[in-house]
């Protein structure tokens, strides 16, 4: 299997005509190119959750996700890069028709449960899963081992040569996480791709590690909620590959392009600002729109 290639991590400066003409600077970290299947944050937010499953001789890593969830596979790929079994919660009935997601997590040796909406909101585990082998990580890879990995995302550049932090917000682990690794004179800012987030603010308080950090989260640019999209945003989505070559998905990554490129044409940036904007992977999740709507 492929291994996690860091050395294929990019800092690619955007020469977007907009940013130019306000004479803002935005790079984005490419942490979509380390792996084809564990890509962007994802293997970041794993790493001390599987250290510690290791740690406790635990044989198989159960965790939490839709049909569509990136972290679902990634979870599936890492478990058979480092020999745990995997096993995945799946939101909703069993389909007729798995999700190209899902047959690939299959076929990383994911072995599938699915319980009701109802049931997964309720965090209620089949009983035949809570086995002392058994190591828990939360949807998205929440949680403390989670914030901590991420941290780690901007050992990957020159942090100090920013002055604001960008990332898509879901679960709000991975931006907890730039939190405590950026500098107290940058300020990060999320992206919420859900829609009536408002839990994601004491989600993420609850991981900071100093309460005095520069943060903010921005919700205008959810386009629906999670996993929702417009033509707007795909439109936009073509309009910046075309531009920057950089491909996004329209979970994560398009929103937070979008976000601050709206953000910078409405002048919220003072000229001369340098912005570092993370590209969390997850472009698998672009399978399930139609052919042909996106050019890359």
């Not at 299947?37 to 740690?55: D, P, T, V």
């Not at 389909?95 to 449960?113: D, H, I, K, V």
């Not at 909620?225 to 309009?239: Q, R, T, V």
């Amino acid at each position: 299997m492929t291994d996690i290639n860091f050395n294929n991590i990019s800092v690619d400066i955007l020469t977007v005509p907009l940013f130019i003409e306000k004479g803002v600077e935005i790079s984005v970290l490419r942490l979509d190119k380390i792996h084809p299947l564990i890509s962007g944050n994802k293997w970041f937010k794993l790493r001390y959750y599987l250290e510690e499953a290791k740690q406790q001789n635990k044989k198989t890593i159960v965790t939490f996700g839709g049909a569509w969830s990136n972290h679902i596979l990634a979870t599936a790929a890492t478990c058979k890069m480092n020999g745990f079994n995997s096993i995945g919660i799946i939101r909703g009935e069993n389909p007729a028709n798995l999700s190209p997601t899902l047959l690939q997590s299959q076929a990383e040796g994911m072995q599938l449960f699915f319980i009701t909406r109802e049931q997964y909101s309720q965090k209620i585990i089949p009983a035949e899963l809570n086995t002392a082998e058994d190591y828990f990580i939360n949807e998205g890879g929440y949680g403390v081992n989670g914030a901590e990995g991420a941290a780690t995302i901007l050992d990957h550049c020159h942090k100090q040569s920013y002055d604001k932090i960008g990332c898509a917000c879901g679960t709000g682990t991975m931006v907890a996480g730039l939190i405590n690794a950026a500098q107290s004179m940058q300020e990060v800012i999320g992206i919420s791709v859900l829609k009536n987030n408002t839990a994601l603010q004491e989600k993420v308080q609850s991981l900071l590690q100093n309460e005095d950090r520069n943060f903010q989260f921005i919700h205008d640019y959810h386009f629906g909620g999670y996993a929702k999209y417009k033509s707007e945003l795909i439109d936009f989505m073509n309009m910046f590959y075309q531009q920057t070559g950089i491909p996004s998905d329209f979970v994560y990554t398009g929103k937070l392009f979008y976000g601050f490129y709206q953000l910078v044409k409405n002048n919220s940036f003072q000229p001369g600002c340098r912005i570092l904007l993370i590209h969390s992977g997850g472009l698998s999740g672009n399978s399930s729109l139609e052919k042909g709507m996106l050019i890359f």
